[in-house]
């Protein structure tokens, strides 16, 4: 069953911060999240193992509430190249990983 | 370059035509996923190679899909008799068996059947 992202779309100014929320109805084993620019491939960003983790790099981070289901994704002082359309994927321990629909991220200057 | 690479990268074809597009993964890389993404929407799975063994198929692909990745390394994805609806991205993904399951996407092939 596909993850349930939130909020659908946010526009930001550069500098500012945003959260995405990524929830599934079903126990995860993973959660995967990805950035996508308009025409261009899905990239990695970080995944996230069942136990319960928080991961970052740069101003990017996100963590992972095992019991709760779900997955938040920190953007902190945004740049203009955070743009895009977030994913969060979610596997339930085999090899599949079902998409949400995405967040639309616009960072203006 | 040695990311995930696809060809080719979009195809125009007629209702009815058959179309095939291909997949070349990361060289060390043995499992192999083909996703579609319609516009607004996530990669929604199609199917799933472990080396050449098709593992799995989603229910999306009816009969007219058909997937192959002789020898393990690079696949197809074939339509036969396309329609208007199978109009779409056509990604590919490949990951290494025991690394997270970290999937990395070629540049995809963008099908628009007339």
């Known amino acids: 069953q596909q993850p349930v992202q939130s909020p659908q779309a946010v526009i930001l100014r550069e500098g500012e911060d945003a959260v995405i929320n990524c929830s599934s109805s079903k126990a995860l084993y993973s959660v995967h999240w990805y950035r996508q620019k308009h025409g261009e491939a899905p990239i990695f960003l970080m995944i996230?193992?069942?136990?319960?983790e928080q991961k970052g790099h740069d101003k990017i981070s996100a963590s992972f509430n095992e019991k709760k289901q779900q997955s938040s994704l920190y953007l902190t002082a945004s740049q203009l190249s955070y743009s895009g359309t977030y994913f969060c994927g979610t596997n339930t321990g085999g090899f599949k990983t079902i998409f949400g629909a995405g967040t639309r991220l616009f960072v203006k200057a | 370059d040695t990311g995930v690479s696809q060809d080719p990268r979009h195809k125009i074809t007629k209702r009815g035509q058959n179309v095939t597009f291909r997949c070349d993964p990361i060289s060390e890389h043995n499992r192999l996923y083909w996703y579609r993404q319609t516009l607004g929407q996530g990669p929604e799975f199609l199917t799933y190679?472990?080396?050449?063994?098709?593992?799995?198929k989603s229910r999306l692909l009816s009969d007219r899909f058909s997937a192959e990745r002789p020898k393990g390394s690079f696949s197809t994805l074939e339509i036969q008799r396309t329609e208007q609806g199978d109009s779409a991205m056509y990604l590919c993904?490949?990951?290494?068996?025991?690394?997270?399951?970290?999937?990395?996407f070629g540049p995809g092939t963008r099908l628009l059947v007339l």
């Open positions: 190679f472990q080396n050449e063994a098709q593992l799995e």
């Open positions: 996230l193992l069942k136990g319960g």
């Open positions: 993904a490949s990951s290494l068996q025991g690394d997270q399951e970290t999937q990395y």
